[in-house]
């Protein structure tokens, strides 16, 4: 080794030391005989101190030291003075005898600190000078842990894991593949996969009985903002097991990592329906960290003369415990939030319950006191709290009424990033009507078994059909779901026809599956994680993108290394493949 | 779980418990009122036994099942009569009162048992079954494994796992790479990584100083007998290291791994020249299970008239213990072995040195009893050996006498499955002149650093410049290969236009690499590992085909899934490519 310790690790006990540390120069500040350099690597930061007075070659070298030069320092480990607290080592410093420049550095385009003054583009093109910063470096030693951590837990469990291939079949069904031409097999091509799906029920049907895999996937979409076209999963899949098992199971990983990581323990693990959520939350994802439930107040408000009410399928609103003080403005900026056209409210209801006690509505002219204190009693409101109503399509209305829902609790501060509030999302609808292709598609995938009790009602009411199928909700975001499987040929042909698949189209895409399914397939289903999701929630980031090494521009492109780019007509050629823009 | 235990957990001290065990049906046995199942999960089988004559149910339902339903039974456990002592079940068999059928299997197209039936291609088609043999998944546990524990060593010494990018750059320089059309920037391409060597450098830049990641490679190269488009690699950097911190920190890694998988502890950990290995074996991954090393002729053998001899760059040959009683048909094999296309010899001479005392060659017009005499103590030859000798050209020779060395090995036993030998090669050469194109590759790859001393011959005799590059070979195997890297710009320049890049091409494909390398890069060096190859190995397989769970056959198809395959011209407008067949 270059170095016989980090810049991390000397302390008091290494007082009168020899030591060598290698790094980089974070700056360096020359008081004329003395010369103060801190030096950084990964584990932390170590003052030196140069005596420069009788020493030309130190103080040449050290005055041609500029930020980010790599050094290799050699030295003896002395007390500091001056002790700084806030550094592991700030009780030393190193005084130096040499010095060399391992490596001279230019000017870095922005500050190499925890608070950069780099903007977003810049910091992209230099990807590898932003991953220097602690903020950065931490996410991905976060990450490195958190995988480890999940490793550990289910090696435990005896899971195995399994490496699925990356060069797959392509299926329209889902989201766009990537695709990859074949030399070998001219005309035709590989995909990505979106996930290993099929490979891992195929696992399940070959007896591995407890399958993972924490792997990239693929998907070839419009980038919004925090989309990334390749991403990670922790794919996870069961045999001879329930729902049930499932749930435990995975509640297990989630508490293991909370513990371990973050040291945090949960008292509660709380399930919901499905149908619950979207009638109490407006969201199959709600953020349970507040309460604010919905209220609906159809029985209460109809029939008294306002027709936005009562022509409206679903009047609904929430209780903003202690707003009753809001302004007219702040007022105007919710109803603002909610006409945004990503929102689409026509306009928002509400009635402050003061804290002289006096109740006041915007609707006044339809409803008297009497009539309020009913609303305040539905709301549960006290005094001093403010309930905002809107009303509407039901579908629609919830949706509205769960972006007001969430503003409002980041309003009042109930969104904390270090408060964690974990939910089972339980029994999904097996298929969801599409407006554009006028077909019902599957909410999960088409490999989702209906609850047996529901198959009868596949050809009556395919909509009212649920499924064993269920999410896990983290602080409002999706960080998991999965299903337990069909693994009956016939079932699978049926949900295949349901889903407007031809027989002929689902045997060219899935015949290999259903073929399997023929050979002795046991029950099994699985779960599947977003793990760069999980990651940002765990380091209290907003962005996938921080928890990524090197990750993709909303156009896909990689600007370090600018890529995609074009290729030569001589790879085009022998590909069999031409581009045709 | 539909299960109490598995099929593999119960034994004596079970007797009398009442379980559920679910798994798929090995064998039926019916003696009358009396029925013998053995039932299988990944665990291990399990005896069941139904007494059929009080219970109709039981005996329908047991005459339906056939091979490799998928069962669920309740019974209790009882001490069998019959004990077999080879089945860690074998002392107790389940008294079964209940039978459920939880999937029906058609009869399969190959016996799952350890010895099958199926031809390789059937196995392919359908590998989900294949998977069901226990030695097949036995590779995929001992792989599982495997990459459980190179984790815990990495982790252990601080290396920090980091996910690098699928979709990356296309890079002429190296094998043929897949590409990936972008829908988002039509016209261009991403590539599959042949591997993650460039961003793990740029990690290194960035400070992570000890990377590790367990990662898939691909490459679009013709397959060979064991090759696939999908690999998989143990790929490791390190900052502020030498050689022999690497050398010695995967000596570890290779320590750790066959103590904990395999219980195999290394007195010897060797090393060797790259020159040496070529010199006394032929080969730069020299099989040292066993001796027979190389032995050079010419002082002695030159000058005799033979004109074979006289005219050959190198007369080399190896020792045959003990063979001095081959037949003539069995040198005649060798000769033959020597003469196919793919070794090329012209022929091959012999001396025997007998059990009575006689020395015998096929040249013996030209070499009397005390040239012959020569020759014996040369090759520190015994009464019972056999010489075998080759002359040529020395690289070819080499080459040759390298494959009769490994065919004599292999004929007398010495390279035995068990016995493990690693070695590391060190110093290979920095370039190699490729005849093809008429100029020199870089070895390794264009990233590797030359020696510094031997920097100044890269213009003088850039055949003789050494490079920091490693090989870790295993029982004649490279199971991987690393370098010290440049992480000058001005030194990649250069090795870029010793490569024959023109300054263009070099800024156009590793611009970003270059302009890193002036912010601060670190010295750095690293190495990666075949994992599929170092699994295939510690399984005692010759091909890595068995240790993937869904390989691909010689012209990169999966035939299960039937991939690659056509996609729509929908999917292909999108992308903006045609195919041009």
Redesign the interface.
Same mark, same amino acid.
């Given at each position: 080794?270059?170095?016989t310790h980090t810049c991390g690790e000397l302390n008091i006990s290494h007082l009168g030391q020899k030591v060598d540390l290698?790094g980089?120069v974070q700056k360096s500040r020359d008081l004329g005989g003395t010369t103060f350099i801190d030096v950084?690597?990964?584990y932390g930061l170590t003052q030196l101190v140069l005596n420069t007075d009788n020493d030309d070659t130190l103080r040449e070298t050290s005055r041609g030291l500029g930020r980010?030069?790599?050094i290799?320092v050699t030295g003896t480990v002395i007390e500091r003075t001056n002790k700084n607290p806030k550094l592991s080592t700030g009780d030393i410093e190193i005084a130096v005898e040499a010095i060399e420049v +391992?490596?001279?550095?230019?000017i870095?385009p922005f500050l190499i600190e925890d608070d950069t003054d780099g903007g977003e583009e810049l910091r992209a093109r230099?990807?590898?000078?932003d +991953?220097?910063r602690n903020p950065i470096?931490n996410n +991905?030693?976060l990450?490195?842990k958190m995988?480890?951590e999940v490793?550990k837990y289910l090696?435990g469990l005896d899971f195995?894991?399994?490496?699925? %291939?990356?060069?797959?079949?392509?299926t329209?069904e889902g989201a766009? $593949?990537?695709?990859?031409?074949?030399?070998?097999?001219?005309?035709?091509?590989?995909?990505?996969p979106q996930s290993p799906q099929?490979?891992k029920q195929?696992?399940m049907?070959?007896?591995?009985?407890r399958y993972f895999q924490i792997v990239?996937c693929?998907r070839?979409e419009?980038?919004r903002a925090d989309r990334q %076209?390749?991403f990670?999963q922790i794919d996870c899949e069961m045999?001879?097991?329930?729902q049930e098992?499932i749930l435990n199971i995975f509640e297990g990983l989630t508490r293991h990592l909370f513990k371990t990581i973050k040291g945090v323990e949960f008292e509660n693990f709380p399930r919901m329906q499905y149908a619950d959520a979207m009638r109490l939350y407006g969201s199959d994802k709600p953020d349970i960290r507040f309460g604010m439930q919905f209220v609906e107040l159809n029985d209460i408000v109809k029939g008294k003369g306002l027709g936005l009410f009562d022509n409206a399928e679903l009047v609904v609103g929430i209780n903003a415990k202690g707003c009753a003080d809001y302004t007219r403005k702040q007022i105007d900026e919710l109803t603002d939030f909610l006409k945004r056209p990503q929102i689409g409210a026509t306009g928002m209801i509400y009635c402050r319950y003061s804290t002289d006690g006096t109740l006041k509505s915007s609707v006044d002219k339809f409803y008297n006191e009497d009539d309020l204190t009913n609303w305040a009693a539905a709301f549960n409101a006290e005094q001093g709290d403010l309930m905002l109503v809107l009303a509407g399509q039901t579908d629609k209305v919830r949706k509205q009424l769960n972006e007001l829902r969430l503003e409002m609790g980041s309003r009042l501060g109930l969104r904390d990033k270090n408060t964690f509030a974990p939910l089972w999302v339980l029994d999904f609808p097996l298929l969801e009507w599409d407006e554009e292709s006028g077909r019902y598609h599957a909410m999960h995938h088409p490999f989702t078994s209906p609850k047996p009790e529901d198959i009868d009602k596949l050809d009556t009411a395919p909509g009212d059909v649920r499924a064993n199928a269920y999410d896990l909700v983290l602080n409002g975001t999706e960080i998991g779901g999965g299903s337990i499987r069909i693994?009956?040929r016939a079932l699978q042909s049926l949900m295949f026809k349901h889903l407007g698949f031809s027989a002929e189209e689902a045997q060219k895409q899935f015949g290999?599956l259903m073929e399997?399914?023929?050979?002795?397939?046991? %029950?099994h289903g699985g779960i599947a994680f977003g793990f760069d999701r999980l990651c940002s929630i765990f380091a209290g980031l907003d962005s996938i993108r921080d928890v990524?090494?090197?990750p993709?521009n909303n156009?896909?492109? $990689?600007v370090?290394?600018?890529?995609?780019?074009?290729?030569?007509d001589a790879?085009?050629?022998?590909?069999?493949?031409?581009?045709?823009?």
């Open positions: 080794m270059l170095r290698c980089w950084r690597d990964r980010e030069f790599v290799k +391992l490596n001279a550095a230019k870095p230099y990807r590898y000078l +991953l220097r470096r +991905l030693v990450r490195h995988a480890q490793r090696d195995i894991e399994v490496e699925t %291939p990356v060069l797959i079949k392509s329209p766009r $593949d990537f695709v990859v031409p074949s030399r070998m097999n001219p005309g035709e091509f590989y995909a990505l099929t490979f195929l696992l049907v070959s007896g591995f009985d990239k693929f070839d419009d980038l %076209p390749e990670t045999a001879f097991i329930t098992d693994h009956d290999f399997a399914f023929e050979y002795g397939a046991p %029950p990524m090494a090197f993709k156009s896909g492109r $990689d370090m290394i600018d890529s995609p780019s074009t290729i030569a790879q085009l050629n022998e590909l069999k493949i031409k581009t045709a823009l």
